[in-house]
């Protein structure tokens, strides 16, 4: 499988750069098909249209859901007028989008889910429902998502909850003189006290937030 570089992300916001604006040593980049100035929609439908064109359908698989061979689609990169913002669309086929539209009116996994929230806090320090939607929807229907809505919220509660834990603890090793170095044990003894959650998640998030003041030290 090729591994190409498609665009990076700058700042704690995630703000997408362009990967011709990033020097990627050995690391080959995506290649740039051109460069749409005008009447944007028009061209993206010709986009669709072409790429539409190009697949061969190649029959069902075991789920009687239909296979082509060809390109599932293209990335434009819209850069936001009198800004350096820059948002990302996808551009599929037809009939791609139909497929996956047919396959997507169930409820998101929760390892979807899930890695879209890890996603969303390696862009933010403390990401809002709304943000983990817009990153959802770069690959899900909205309605899919609406669908789902009830377990995105559970679970971001969860990883915001860890993410305070961390922080607490940070604060309290820092206050009471510990680093990474410092016992795990002792860490703890001191400090459990301040949290209602179980003493085994604390101990573990300890060696977590000491793992990370290694890392920050190096």
């Known amino acids: 499988m090729d591994i190409v570089l498609l665009f990076g992300l700058s700042g704690r ?17 995506a290649e740039q098909l051109g460069t749409v100035k005008t009447d944007y929609v028009w061209h993206y439908e010709q986009e669709q249209q ?28 819209v850069k936001i ?3 350096s913002e820059v948002r990302m ?32 806090f390696e862009n933010w320090e403390n990401p809002e429902l709304d943000e ?16 789902s809505i009830g377990q995105i919220e559970q679970m971001l509660n969860t990883a915001k909850n860890a993410a305070d834990t961390r922080r607490k603890i ?22 459990a006290s301040q949290f209602d959650q179980d003493n085994r998640l604390i101990y573990k998030t300890i060696k977590n937030v000491q793992k990370m003041m290694h890392m920050e030290d190096e």
């Open 13 to 29: 916001h995630g703000q997408i750069v362009l990967n011709t604006e990033i020097e990627t040593g050995d690391i080959p980049k």
């Open 50 to 77: 072409d790429l539409d064109r190009r697949l061969e359908f190649i029959g069902l698989n075991e789920s009687q859901a239909p296979m082509f061979r060809g390109e599932e689609g293209s990335i434009w990169y």
């Open 81 to 83: 007028k009198d800004t």
């Open 89 to 120: 669309y996808k551009c599929k086929p037809h009939r791609i989008e139909q497929v996956h539209w047919t396959q997507t009116q169930t409820q998101l996994s929760p390892t979807e889910i899930w890695a879209t929230i890890l996603k969303a």
């Open 132 to 147: 983990i939607i817009a990153i959802l929807n770069e690959d899900y229907p909205i309605d899919q998502i609406t669908l």
């Open 170 to 191: 940070w604060e309290l090793m820092v206050m009471h003189g510990f680093d990474s170095n410092t016992n795990t044990a002792t860490v703890f003894h001191k400090i």
